[in-house]
């Protein structure tokens, strides 16, 4: 069973954090694995209403963002979760966050930003079909 013995995979909601006008990207360390870089996501809660919402709040509670979701990016389906990504043009970032004693965040260009998440298949593939990779 591919679902880690859930009867459905779990929904989890990404935001790819995104500064246009310079072209960057922020990245952040995940929580368990410090030398690994991600891109803020976490489940779907009922509270959250919509994914677009709960993307927001994972991009707040993990890396201290504020901004705005202008994009839907793409649905990637695994076996034992369904992932739905968001880009999000970042207005401000807190100095303190949630998560900020546990994470470190960096702005990176997307060239960066790929290699750092390549890791996570899922996470580079969202990636690729943001915004700023370069068109083929």
Known sequence: MGTKGREVPRV??????????SGKVLVITSRKRQDLWVLPKGGWE??????????????????????????????????????HF??????TL????L????????????????KRVAWKAELAQGLMLSTLAPRR
């Open 12 to 21: 989890v909601c990404c935001a790819i954090p995104l500064a246009s006008t």
């Open 46 to 83: 009922l509270s959250d209403v919509t994914l677009e919402r709960a993307a927001s709040r994972e991009a707040l509670e993990e890396a201290g963002v504020r901004g705005n979701i202008t994009r839907f990016v793409t649905t990637i389906n695994s076996p034992s979760t369904t992932y």
């Open 86 to 91: 968001y880009e999000l043009e970042v207005t």
């Open 94 to 97: 807190d100095k303190e966050w």
């Open 99 to 114: 998560e900020s004693r546990e994470r470190k965040r960096e702005w990176v260009d997307y060239g960066e930003a790929l």
